[in-house]
């Protein structure tokens, strides 16, 4: 496959290579001070990302999985309630993971391509009288269908229940990428990755606890070592960490948090709603339907678009690759052979975008599906052509 | 200008990445045997591009003008005749050279968009009785009007006149692009540069001398010390240099040989023809006409669109750089405002090409001309289905 | 501080830069063919670096602290018996690793540069009738002494005592730099990280584990997701990998298992030896005795030097970091400020390590010690004249 | 040969990684303002190493050669008297170019290992009645021999005899290393190149005029196109080039002076001198002399090291590279064989001088000479230790 073009898969994303050079360090010694310089504005700047003033950020070497473990481990003890609703393959394997763990999760099974269902929790939340459930799980943003869910209405209906359980936010294909209130939500946990909104390689779990996960922490029982953010925090103080670091990938995250501060965190969302709307158009333009079930629901960092029945999706995929040297996502799980996916976020511009949605369209009328070649094209171009200037400036 | 989008001027083209790792060396001792594992595979490696057995390649620290003052400062001497005709900015910059050389050059001026005149070169060549003429100029591809013009012609030319005269080729952005046959053609002397179909950053002159220019090079008075060749192929005897070489552009030039024939000359030839013929197809799709004349002239790497009466074509190259973050190649000389160039030689992609038409469709559109967003893409789409996996497996 | 000098921290180590131009990688599609030709040579190679034929290698997105945890969590259940010595800080940390996972730990306490005691595993096992503990715990290599130990008389004691306990190695500090034999000292686990010999960043724990331990893994009762083996091997039988892998890592230790490969793994380990004798009979010839109590302790890849009572070592690590711009390793835990430790693993040559002497002379005469300049230098010159220019053409 | 080890050739340097990444830029539009925002920095920042108010900078694609090529045909006419010294391969190779060119070059013999004859230059000068000496060449700093000239003197004897020529200084190997001063010397034409005291990859040839040589540009008759000053005059004042420019190189220059400015010219000077006379140290250590005369002369970029009669000094050089991986300077031309040299210019630490040192030492008595081990190193040491700190910190 040719490395000459750039990816559509909903993460790992397109690196710009500024920041991979800054990935690309030299070994220094990790007990000296270049790591505090390193470390400090990585904290303050995930910090900022989150809109939050006193989030505790933790910079883990490990990948999304190793956040969300984190994020249970640290606040939850055996036999703990756990609230979750599976809407996608993510959602899915958070709930597998909690279940591994010995948590008690209620699972609400929510169609894929829908959203989080905020009344149903809100249904639950007040029937669990004595507060057995510790914690409600949220993705943020599904990766395998294209939906983000509300999380504003998930803190409603925990305030409205009146119910002290902990808010974990999955937000590791939507945090740098699309709007994210740490503090606004009342979100106690939110996880995300390297790979990104944060254009970086994998490698780097990023999460960030309120005061009251932090307190949890102290008697969860859950067993952890590696992920421990007592540790971490313990090390963090002392400019140090409690093993060795992942210098570079924080060195090139530091990069990347002033790359986003320098764009300007609305334009970085601007951008992602502007390059999604014109692949939705394309999409439309195809004549074909979305796996979200509605516009409130439409992701900005990555499409699922349905393909018609009897048609297998993931031949796009295949042939894409295969004959264009191109990447895009396959369905996963449920939907699987049903959707193809286009992942738009962290390092993109229209133009790039363009190449996408070209390469999509000659796959398409290569595999005998009825689109017309330019289409797709067509209509992300008519909105892409209003007001394009800024963001692609901040992308240098 | 983002420095995430591919470059659509004539030159200097979009760099493979691993070549400029290749490039970006460490510091070696250029007087070790390490030179000379880099220098020799260069020297192999071009001789193979240019299909020759026999020419003797020179690799200097310089750029394509440096390597066209190489072939006449090596070769002539004040005062002698030279033939070349003026069909563009760059044949009428060699033509400037050798002026300030103080050669005598007859100059056939040719409409900038048509080739090169064998036929008058010939008529001139025969009427030569005394052979004054010492060397024939031409120039293989003019960048600036996307016109191609036939050596092999110009050989034919020389050939009928029973003329002794040497044959000068530039090559800088038709060599490993476009066929290029020195041995066949009798070439005497080419020239090209690292930035083009090398797909490396300027700052290598390549040239190739038949045994005759070897022999010219003997007794030619024009005074030269940084471009000698004869220097030159006195340190490669000795695997050296005659002066610190640019050993790290070398060792990328190294590693692009290998990659040019990995993917297999004629396979190269055939993926420039391929994006080349979808521009010109996009082109058409516009309504908009080529500075090219015929055909026969169409270059394949790079395309010269005329916009219509009264248009300034520099607006486009502006626009797309300001709002888009994409680089065209403006009008040079006669042609400036005329003409908008897009550059299609080096490592590119069927995909990123598609992105340089649907950008340049959205800035023709932005400033009023009648162009049908999608229109362009759409026929270089068409064109683009049929055969695209072998090349692009290749550019991995 | 420098980033011109090389380090003598006992890691991470100094990278060659291939290796990391290896790991700075564009981004690929995780789910391609592109990330089996990745991963496969890398399992391969990992296991060939053991000394194995039949090792399951299991490459995890964490550090070294995550390849312990995945080796207790993958095999252990609660209340499991672990046999464990002290001896350092990082035999230290892993048994507070088994406490903090409910394990029930059988301390041996050994003296800091002490080996550790095979004699009293055997006692112990013996008198464990009831196979009451399921794993035996050895670091090979203690990084914070400097001492190494036998791991052949560990297995001894067990099949002395016949007794069916797992053995985990932590060979974080050793493997890839000193000779290590999993199956000839059936070992069950063995676990290390890429930024010691295998000259990478930090990011990768690597394990092995024999068919004894996979077949643990099936009833182990500790839980854990992010670092299960389980889910791992199910990734690797389909090329992929449970979550997004550290594909850009993983590609730079394929191309480190090359270079060990080409250089020889004998001849690896030769080359630490060489140069850690050498670190050794300079400091002898400073008059300092090293923390390893006797030269059968002697590790190659790190030594741990005793300053005069009275004196504070982390001065010499201090002042050399201020002063000189280069970084040695401080004391911990119990020999803080009793011994400074110079690392001489990875990517070393004689040469550098003369550098790394040098400095440290300097330091020590600046700091008022009784050590004359030059004196440690020459003691190792004599010793690296014998037999240099094998291993160092291989480092190139 | 190793790539991790320093190299010790006198130029090439070793080249900070920062810089070689900045050098290292994907494709831009050189006709955009992104070449410009390169550009204009590097002209004023080369003004300022020069310490000059006015110099005209340029900066060519080219070598030291070529800038030396430059300077001639930029300013002179055939059959132009010059005054030049041959005190070295380097003032020999520009005496040569001189004649090749056709100008009349009155050359003072004078001893290798002897500075510049200021007074024989007077004596000359004073006799050229009639000013056919239009230009009076120095070589600064002479790599062969390792000796340093004085410009300041030779200014004087050209004030003394009144004599208008033009003032050539050749700083390839002094400017950014060792003071320079463009104004008070009354320098007319400086020339250098990138790979020596600017740290980076060869290929650029930088040159400083006076406004005396910019007039004298206007009436010189020898040849030229590719080294043109008024060409790349007109370019510059464009924001633009003649031909395509080595952006990346000289966006790496951009980032060398910016280097040099953080770490103080003055302090770059005081650095070299202070591992410049711990190199001489060593030599007086070993017992050895320099190639320089006297202490006036030496040189704080490269020390030439004579060895006893009937020692080949050459096989240190081979040795040092074959059985150590590093590498140091043979002698050239007539001192070939009875000097090898130590390069110590550009980015170097005095830990990375001790590892160059150390090694010369080694392969010193591995041939048999009467050099005693840690000899040369300890007396580095001493003199390294009483002010490091400063400059350390600064080549970070």
Redesign the interface.
């Known amino acids: 496959?040719?490395?000459?073009?750039?990816?559509f898969?909903p993460?790992?994303?397109?690196?710009?290579?500024?920041l991979?050079?800054a990935?690309?360090?030299?070994?220094?010694?990790?007990?000296?001070p270049?790591f505090g310089a390193i470390l400090h504005p990585c904290l303050e700047g995930v910090r900022e990302v989150l809109k939050s003033d006193s989030a505790h950020i933790f910079i883990l070497?490990?990948?999304?999985?190793?956040g969300?473990?984190a994020a249970l481990t640290n606040t939850l003890s055996p036999g703990d309630g756990v609230l979750a609703a599976r809407n996608g393959m993510f959602s899915h394997r958070w709930i597998?993971?909690c279940q591994?763990?010995?948590l008690d999760v209620r699972v609400v099974e929510t169609p894929w391509g829908a959203g989080l269902p905020a009344d149903k929790y809100e249904e639950i939340l007040k029937s669990d009288r004595d507060h057995k459930i510790k914690a409600v799980l949220v993705t943020h943003n599904e990766t395998a269908t294209g939906v983000k869910s509300d999380i504003a209405a998930v803190r409603a209906a925990l305030d409205a229940a009146n119910h002290p359980a902990l808010l974990f936010v999955d937000g590791v294909s939507s945090i740098a990428s699309m709007d994210f209130r740490f503090d606004e939500w009342g979100v106690d946990a939110a996880v995300t990755?390297s790979?990104k909104g944060f254009m970086l390689?994998?490698?780097l779990a990023i999460i960030g606890f309120s005061d009251k996960a932090m307190k949890a922490s102290q008697s969860a029982a859950?067993?952890?070592?590696?992920?421990?953010i007592g540790d971490m925090a313990q090390g963090y103080a002392n400019n140090g960490y409690?093993?060795?670091?992942?210098?570079?990938?924080m060195n090139g995250l530091k990069l990347s948090l002033d790359m986003l501060r320098d764009e300007g965190l609305d334009n970085v969302f601007d951008r992602h709603h502007r390059i999604a709307e014109g692949v939705r158009r394309a999409a439309a333009a195809w004549g074909l339907e979305l796996c979200a079930q509605s516009p409130d629901l439409y992701s900005d960092t990555v499409t699922a678009i349905r393909t018609p029945e009897g048609f297998n999706a993931t031949d796009i995929v295949t042939r894409a690759?295969?004959?264009?040297?191109?990447?895009f996502g396959?369905g996963l799980g449920e939907v699987a052979g049903k959707v193809f996916r286009i992942g738009h976020l962290g390092?993109?511009?229209?133009?790039?975008m363009?190449?996408?949605l070209?390469?999509a369209?000659?796959v398409m009328?290569?595999l005998g599906l009825n689109v017309?070649?330019?289409?797709g094209?067509?209509?992300a171009?008519?909105y892409?052509?209003h007001g394009?200037?800024k963001a692609?400036?901040a992308?240098?």
């Not at 390092?347 to 790039?352: E, F, N, Q």
């Open positions: 496959m040719s490395l000459q073009n750039p990816v898969i993460g790992p994303t397109n690196m710009p290579e500024v991979r050079k990935c690309d360090m030299p070994t220094i010694d990790h007990r000296s270049q070497p490990a990948t999304g999985t190793g969300w473990e597998d993971m591994r763990h010995g990755g790979q390689p994998a490698g859950l067993p952890r070592t590696f992920l421990d409690p093993y060795t670091p992942p210098f570079g990938l690759a295969n004959e264009y040297g191109m990447a396959v390092s993109l511009t229209d133009a790039m363009l190449s996408g070209g390469v369209e000659m009328v290569d017309k070649l330019g289409s094209v067509a209509a171009q008519e892409y052509r394009s200037s692609e400036k992308v240098a």
